[in-house]
């Protein structure tokens, strides 16, 4: 028996003008079922193209990607996906844009909005419903978009550099949110960022990946109690994760 | 008080164009065939009254049918060169071309082709009111972020969900500008096609009026086409508005007018 997300030596090159490029090496990884695994490492170490290969928005070149032991070809079921921008609809409402799964899969509406308006309530946007998302900040537009992707009840969600677009406060509001989130509704979460703080801040265990040489250079655990607050980043061993993290980033092996 | 606040500036302007013209004739005294007062276009224009409409209605005839062709196949063409590559490569070359060409310089040979009358204007607006609502269409269809294909990929809906939800809303905005551009460009190639070859209509009245050398009435009619044009424009803002109450009104593309 498998982990829940196998990654088994995935790897993707791009043909671009008759030069193949490597955009991720050979890559392998484990994530159990609840776990929440963090990505970090800088930009073109091919983070999202491992993230888009395990959403099976993209194909990989060589290697296999299992999840609850199927191979994934085409976009699974009980996935959801957070990007850098929210990707909202503007001619929406809140309501209605976290409907947007259910609609798009056929389902009644009817069933949905129930739960659609517990999670607007959830990530901290009551009374917004009726907005429309001109009307909100960065932070609150990601908050729908978060909504948005637990719809349909995944067991898997995706985030590729969800926070990366807004300020560094919204920013460490937005991660005490999340985790409250992911106290409350234990998905498994692979989070794809540039931020070592964060990384370390949300994950039970973080992949550092490196550019040169590519792929993943090292997984670390995260032994820091639960829930952490806003002054766990004060901690000593939370120091040392970090000043870890980015001599792996920085210095060669 | 607000909305005053803003109007009083285009009050304004439009005080001082007519202002400066109305003291150029007072103080030049020109001939009135050469520039006259604005008292002498208003007498003309009311001297005139019974047989304004007939000329009146046959350009708004002209602009509206070229228009609307301009906008039906605008659109079509734009669906059809986002959503098939071959149509895309064999068609993008060919309206390219034919944009470069000064589409002005067809209308004597329209006018050989479809004779005097309404079918030579509507033509003509047709071709010069085309372009925009094509391109700007093809724009919007096409202008999605990539990240939100991506999200449609990964709920698996379907092309028509992503056609009708997604790239359809989201060319609402290019296609209005589109269409306020082909608005003024309908109105162009109506009167040029009445120039040419027509017997009816403001087009033909403006150079009527030149040969006999009757500015106030061609400045009239002048007058009368710029009054067309805005309210078509002025109705195409309002269908906008309504259609894409997304777009706010401060930032969007609307508050460049």
Known sequence: ?253 | MERLARAWPPVLSFAVVLLVWQGAVWIFRPAPFLLPGLDRVGQRLVEFGPNWPKHVLATVESILLGFLIAVVFGVAGAVAIVYSETLRRAITPLLVTLQIVPKIAFAPLVLVWFGIGLASKVTIAFLIAFFPVLINTAVGLVQVEPDLLDLARSIKASPTWVFFKIRFPNSLPYFFAGLRVASTLAVIGAVIGEFVGSDVGLGYLIVIANNQLDTPLGIASIFLVSVIGLVLYGVILAVERLCTPWVSAEGGLQALI
Not at chain 1, 4 to 23: L, N, P, S
Request: charged residues 25%; glycine residues 8%.
């Open chain 1, 1 to 253: 028996m498998g982990a829940f997300i196998e990654i088994r030596e995935v790897a993707k090159h791009f043909h671009a003008r008759a030069e193949r490029r490597q955009a991720l090496r050979a890559t392998s990884l484990d994530v159990a079922e609840g776990e929440f695994v963090s990505i970090v490492g800088p930009s073109g170490c091919g983070k999202t193209t491992l993230m888009k290969i395990v959403a099976g928005l993209l194909p990989p070149s060589a290697g296999e990607v299992r999840l609850d032991g199927v191979p994934v070809h085409l976009p699974p079921d009980g996935v959801g996906i957070v990007f850098q921008s929210p990707t909202l609809l503007k001619w929406r409402t809140v309501l209605d844009n976290v409907l947007v799964p259910a609609e798009a899969a056929g389902r009644s509406r009817r069933q949905y909005e129930p739960i659609a308006r517990d999670l607007i309530r959830l990530v901290g946007l009551e009374g917004f419903a009726g907005h429309y998302p001109r009307e909100l900040s960065g932070g609150m537009q990601q908050r729908v978009a978060i909504s948005r992707a637990l719809l349909l009840e995944p067991r898997l969600l995706l985030m590729d550099e969800p926070f990366g677009a807004l300020d560094a406060m919204t920013r460490e509001e937005m991660n005490l949110e999340l985790q409250r989130i992911w106290e409350q509704q234990r998905k498994t979460v692979l989070f794809i960022t540039h931020s070592i703080d964060e990384a370390v801040f949300l994950s039970d265990r973080v992949v550092v990946m490196t550019l040169r040489p590519g792929g993943v250079r090292e997984i670390l655990d995260i032994q820091l109690p639960r829930p952490r607050g806003l002054h766990v980043r004060e901690h000593p061993r939370f120091v040392e994760y970090v000043g870890r993290i980015r001599d792996l980033i920085f210095t060669k092996s």
